[in-house]
């Protein structure tokens, strides 16, 4: 950038929080994954002219109107998790917005908090339970900004039954847009002094163009302040902790309303049936489809073990169709009647709670595997009679081994604490596809979808032989709504896999059409719109129209979101999109 332009940007911010140093920039330029979505492989995503961290909305509000005046577009960011936060070109400064860290309000009654973009999920959770509420978290783990899952970017976590996804949970947002004017949308808006009870206000509501379906991804302005809705929470307000990463422990034992279970289902049938019945009784807190092999990342904790109890073939036995659930009660009363629930469910499914106090040891998977080689489902007699399933649970365990299962099950569905480097133990590298946020049927066939299409190149050495089906997902709104999106695990050191999985994922985008499974994670930005546009009332023409109405000169980086007639179709990197 030269020194006029740093200067006048300068004047808006001060000069310590503009900055272009070339290696500075580079760390804005280095995600995970980028390899999916540059189509020819290569690792860096462009370097940015700038990066500014503004700390105020007016601050942001300068920063775009002087792009309006100058050849440069903005892009902002809150945590940066995703590659999608990246500049398009060397022409977009990056706006970096953790000097933006407040909570500016928590309306406890009313059960709203507005928070500004770097108020991180985990830290307002931490907040909310002493007060008796919870947020909606997304299940790339609590680090990430409400306010971006809310406002600009997916949305998706494994409270979704009970607490929604973060779309819906908007309750109104300051909005800085491209031109730099500031708009605050619903029921907060200027001079009304009503108060951030809805997003909506009279007349027609323009929420559906500043968030729509998945988010604008940084593509229409800056967001600088977001309300949020927040649900009632009946656990523990307080946690007390033992250990280290990845295996923090609960020292306390969980109260008695709150209860955690992991339920193997003989089909997918059953637990597609077991996900609708549990939503329409409404006794699910959280819950998460957790694949056989993710489950057995979960036992263990080196690829050696692994390996070994994978190849045993016991898991894929007992936790193909595998569901990991929370369920809380009000009152202990209400827990009670939940449970009660419950259990009738399984055992119109066929749903066994697997015991917690035993874990999975390589040389016992082992001689398992090997004496169960020509049974199909080990648990077949428990699913028939009910009454054998207390014995499952009777099966000695170590306390110690209890303890450690229950605090992980606390940890990934309530407080979102994923073990995200055992994630990437196996392969180094992972992506996703499909996806669609539809029905909970929907979602499990497109896990099989995915499944099936994966072997070829598990086949080949490609892929993990991760057995095909990591469809990970949950329900939404009592299941109302559900989601599976398909995992890869690729190798990023090896070209050939990197390309496989980009051409999986591509045709994990066509099949979306083909199969009407809906609009995948992956449909988003110009290329993305252009191919799913048709099929869905050409959606992407009104977003090229909102884009161009609200952003006439081209002040914010459209390349995630809408193509511009500033900008030539054919222009910028090629790429493909991957969340
Ligand atoms: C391993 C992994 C797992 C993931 N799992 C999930 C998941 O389960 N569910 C899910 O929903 N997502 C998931 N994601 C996607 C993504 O990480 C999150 O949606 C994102 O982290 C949201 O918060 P953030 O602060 O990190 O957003 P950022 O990465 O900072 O931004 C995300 C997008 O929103 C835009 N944006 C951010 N802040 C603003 C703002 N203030 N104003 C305007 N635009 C803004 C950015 O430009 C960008 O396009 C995952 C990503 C990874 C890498």
Not at 425 to 432: E, L
């Amino acid at each position: 950038m030269d020194a006029e332009h740093k200067k006048a940007f300068a004047d808006v911010v001060g000069s310590k929080w503009v900055r272009d140093t070339p290696c500075l920039m580079d760390t804005y330029a280095f995600y995970m994954n980028p390899e999916i979505l540059n189509k020819d492989g290569s690792v860096w995503l462009p370097r940015p002219a700038a990066v500014i961290m503004p700390e105020t909305t007016q601050e942001v509000a300068g920063i775009l109107k002087l792009c309006n005046k100058m050849d440069y577009m903005a892009k902002p960011l809150s945590t940066g998790f995703h590659c999608v936060a990246a500049a398009s070109n060397e022409k977009v400064i990056v706006l970096d917005l953790k000097r933006m860290n407040k909570i500016v309000d928590l309306d406890v009654r009313n059960q709203i908090a507005v928070v500004e973009p770097y108020v991180k999920a985990i830290n307002l959770q931490t907040i909310l339970w002493k007060e008796g509420l919870n947020l909606h978290v997304i299940s790339c783990g609590g680090n990430h900004s409400p306010l971006a899952s809310a406002t600009s970017a997916w949305g998706t976590g494994l409270g979704g039954p009970a607490l929604s996804y973060s779309g819906r949970n908007l309750l109104g947002v300051e909005w800085v847009l491209p031109t730099g004017d500031v708009l605050t949308l619903g029921s907060a808006g200027e001079g009304t002094g009503a108060g951030w009870f809805t997003a909506d206000g009279p007349g027609p509501s323009l929420r559906g163009i500043m968030r729509g379906y998945m988010g604008a991804f940084g593509g229409l302005g800056v967001f600088t302040k977001a309300a949020i809705k927040l649900y009632p929470w009946d656990g523990p307000s307080e946690l007390k902790v033992e250990g280290g990463c990845p295996h923090y422990q609960l020292t306390d034992d969980l109260p008695s309303n709150l209860g955690l279970f992991a339920i193997s289902f003989p089909s997918k049938k059953a637990l597609a049936d077991a996900g609708y019945k549990m939503g329409e009784s409404e006794i699910t807190y959280a819950d998460f489809r957790l694949p056989a092999f993710y489950t057995t990342m979960g036992a263990t904790d080196d690829n050696l073990e692994l390996k070994r109890i994978w190849q045993s073939g016991l898991l894929q036995k007992v936790a193909k169709y595998h569901l990991i659930v929370a369920i809380i009660g009000g009152s202990q009363r209400e827990y009670d009647w939940k449970l009660q629930t419950f259990k009738e469910i399984l055992a119109e499914t066929e749903g066994v709670i697997l015991p917690l106090n035993r874990q999975p040891q390589a040389s016992q998977a082992e001689l398992a595997g090997k004496l169960l080689k020509y049974i199909d489902d080990p648990l077949k007699l428990f699913r028939k009679f009910p009454a054998l399933k207390g014995l499952l649970q009777k099966i000695p365990g170590g306390e110690r081994q209890l303890k450690k299962a229950i605090s992980e099950l606390f940890w990934v569905l309530l407080r979102h604490a994923n073990n995200t480097q055992g994630n990437f133990r196996p392969s180094q590298a992972m992506c996703t596809s499909l996806g669609t946020f539809d029905t909970w049927d929907s979602g499990l066939n497109q896990s099989e979808w995915i499944a099936a299409r994966k072997q070829e190149s598990i086949r080949k050495g490609l892929f993990l032989d991760d057995g095909g089906d990591l469809g990970c997902g949950g329900t939404f709104e009592h299941c109302h709504m559900g989601y599976l999106e398909g995992i890869i695990m690729y190798s990023s050191k090896d070209p050939q896999s990197v390309m496989a999985a980009g051409k999986v994922i591509d045709e994990a985008v066509q099949a979306c059409i083909d199969q009407s499974f809906g609009v995948p994670i992956a449909g988003f930005g110009c290329e993305m719109n252009a191919k799913l546009g048709p099929h869905c009332g050409n959606y992407h023409e009104w977003l090229a129209k909102i884009k161009q109405a609200l952003d006439p000169n081209l002040a914010s980086d459209p390349f995630f979101y809408s193509r511009h007639p500033k900008v030539p179709v054919t222009g910028g990197p090629p790429r493909r999109n991957e969340p």
